[in-house]
């Protein structure tokens, strides 16, 4: 049996990335024009905003949670979030969730793993990068990472927050962040992190200058491997 896949968004690009790649790489796995079932709920971005402003990561919980309860009455069988950030809230969510859930960081980790990466450039918004989201699950499996400066931070928080997640991809948000993926590779890393779920719109293998771990792609293939397996 096909699982039903329930997919708790947050912001719309990152959100969208996934249910696409789901729908059209299902099709490698189920046949032409095939894939699981997917029903998707997002509550307004702004009350996530919200919250993440105030540091208040019991909000974020709760608005996860109603999301993943709605989910649950539409007869998804597990969840998944495409966003990073608020995976910080994972540890209050996940216990009380009503159905089991795929962790975006442990995917990560588990294709950095498999891949032999050794140590890893984190990029993402600055709650996501300030974070141990991705260190607690990187240092379970041996693997180092390098945090952008405060300043490229502030700057890669920017570009995330004021333009990708509201659909603006530019050339100038593009080279910064090759900039700072470069100095990341100079300072050991072997590979990126697109640790927002709104990054790989805009960097690829292709275009940056260490290979690239995409959290959202990652993630919508796990979901379709779970969705195939029936557990």
Same mark, same amino acid.
């Given at each position: 049996?096909?699982?039903?896949?329930?997919?708790?968004?947050?912001?719309?690009?990152?959100?969208?990335?996934?249910?696409?790649?789901?729908?059209?790489?299902?099709?490698?796995?189920?046949?032409?024009?095939a894939h699981p079932e997917i029903t998707m709920?997002?509550? +307004?971005?702004?009350?996530? %905003? /919200?919250? $993440?402003?105030?540091?208040?990561? *019991?909000? @974020?919980?709760?608005?996860?949670?109603?999301?993943?309860?709605?989910?649950?009455?539409?007869?998804?069988?597990?969840?998944?979030?495409?966003?990073?950030?608020?995976?910080?809230?994972? +540890?209050?969510?996940?216990? %009380? /969730?009503? $159905?089991?859930?795929?962790?975006? *960081?442990? @995917?990560?980790?588990?294709?950095?793993?498999?891949?032999?990466?050794?140590?890893?450039?984190?990029?993402?918004?600055?709650?996501?990068?300030?974070?141990?989201?991705?260190?607690?699950?990187?240092?379970?499996?041996?693997?180092?990472?390098?945090?952008?400066?405060?300043? *490229?931070?502030?700057?890669?928080?920017?570009?995330?927050?004021?333009?990708?997640?509201q659909s603006i991809f530019t050339d100038a948000?593009?080279?910064?962040?090759?900039?700072?993926?470069?100095?990341?590779?100079?300072?050991?890393?072997?590979?990126?992190?697109?640790?927002?779920?709104?990054?790989?719109?805009?960097?690829?293998?292709?275009?940056?200058?260490?290979?690239?771990l995409d959290s959202t792609r990652l993630l919508?293939?796990?979901?379709?491997?779970?969705?195939?397996?029936?557990?």
């Amino acid at each position: 049996m096909v699982q039903h896949i329930g997919i708790v968004a947050c912001s719309a690009e990152g959100a969208a990335l996934c249910y696409r790649t789901i729908c059209v790489e299902g099709a490698e796995i189920f046949g032409v024009h095939a894939h699981p079932e997917i029903t998707m709920h997002t509550p +307004p971005f702004a009350a996530y %905003v /919200a919250c $993440l402003n105030k540091g208040d990561w *019991a909000g @974020v919980s709760e608005l996860m949670l109603s999301s993943a309860n709605k989910l649950a009455q539409a007869g998804a069988d597990f969840l998944i979030c495409p966003d990073n950030t608020i995976h910080q809230a994972f +540890p209050r969510f996940e216990p %009380v /969730a009503p $159905l089991p859930c795929l962790h975006i *960081a442990e @995917v990560v980790a588990n294709e950095a793993e498999a891949k032999g990466f050794k140590c890893l450039a984190l990029t993402g918004t600055r709650w996501l990068v300030d974070s141990e989201v991705y260190p607690e699950k990187l240092s379970k499996r041996g693997i180092t990472f390098v945090r952008p400066t405060e300043e *490229a931070r502030i700057e890669i928080n920017r570009i995330i927050m004021d333009e990708l997640v509201q659909s603006i991809f530019t050339d100038a948000a593009v080279g910064y962040f090759q900039r700072i993926i470069g100095h990341l590779k100079d300072d050991g890393c072997d590979a990126v992190v697109l640790g927002c779920t709104e990054i790989p719109l805009i960097i690829n293998d292709n275009n940056s200058p260490l290979p690239t771990l995409d959290s959202t792609r990652l993630l919508a293939r796990a979901a379709l491997r779970r969705a195939a397996s029936g557990t």
